[in-house]
């Protein structure tokens, strides 16, 4: 099973984390379109920034579900690229891309390591409105969690990657400071216990994250489709015209 081994090193997190790339050519890009696309009006009393739906693939779109451009991200929580992707590009993404029922974002979430199994069970604790906000605000915070590992020491980090799978989840949580930081956004501190022990949830998402590998040959994150082509690791300077080619413009 995927990520049976503990945990990886926080000299190796401090790296950046060998998985979490940065832009790659873009040789999947979909052809770009010859005409501006329309604007798509949400249904009355709607807004498509606010629509959420949990897709086939265990994905959380957000946006209007038959929006003609389709973005879907694989982000790992750990991962230093997402969290300055989700700096720089999130808000317009939303306000610009998404609201105009042009371009919907599915978020996939994929497990890089042993920090992303608590960090997206967690994130993924609450309604599924909440999975997309919270897991941009964690990004934010990302490098007090690296700062609270760094304080807690490999030992600890180790130790707690040893634990059976019960309690291997939360002890790293507890170790980053995950556990109190979503309990201040709305995950009591009882139900993301009950969250890190679900060993189906831990499973079902390490088996996405292994198809996502073996179908998709997806290596690194943040990495992107658009309509269906694989357009690899992008930063928001690369990724946002390929979306206006597209016809969001």
């Not at 990302?142 to 990657?161: P, V």
């Not at 998709?216 to 979306?243: C, H, R, Y």
Request: proline share 5%; net charge negative.
């Amino acid at each position: 099973m995927l990520f049976r081994a503990a945990v990886v090193s926080l000299a190796a997190l401090a790296l950046g984390l060998s998985a979490c790339g940065k832009s790659t050519d873009a040789t999947g890009a979909p052809d770009a379109s010859s005409t501006p696309i329309a604007k798509v009006a949400a249904p009355a009393g709607q807004a498509w920034a606010e629509k959420v739906t949990v897709t086939p693939e265990g994905g959380y779109l957000l946006g209007n579900p038959a929006a003609p451009i389709k973005l879907v991200e694989y982000g790992a929580l750990s991962c230093s690229h997402c969290a300055d992707f989700s700096e720089a590009a999130f808000t317009k993404l939303r306000d610009d891309y998404i609201a105009s029922g042009r371009v919907s974002y599915e978020l996939r979430l994929f497990m890089l390591n042993a920090l992303d199994l608590p960090a997206a069970m967690l994130a993924t604790c609450g309604t599924p409105e909440s999975v997309i906000p919270l897991s941009e605000q964690f990004w934010g915070w990302q490098a007090e969690m690296f700062t609270n590992l760094q304080t807690a020491g490999d030992a600890r980090l180790q130790a707690a990657g040893a634990l059976p799978p019960g309690q291997r989840f939360a002890a790293i949580a507890n170790l980053a400071g995950m556990d109190t930081f979503f309990a201040e956004r709305g995950i009591a501190a009882d139900q993301g216990q009950a969250c890190l022990a679900d060993a189906a949830k831990a499973t079902a998402l390490s088996e996405a994250t292994q198809k996502a590998s073996t179908e998709k040959n997806v290596t690194g994150t943040p990495w992107f489709f658009i309509n269906g082509s694989d357009v690899g690791t992008q930063t928001w300077a690369t990724l946002e015209p390929m979306l206006q080619n597209a016809g969001a413009r």
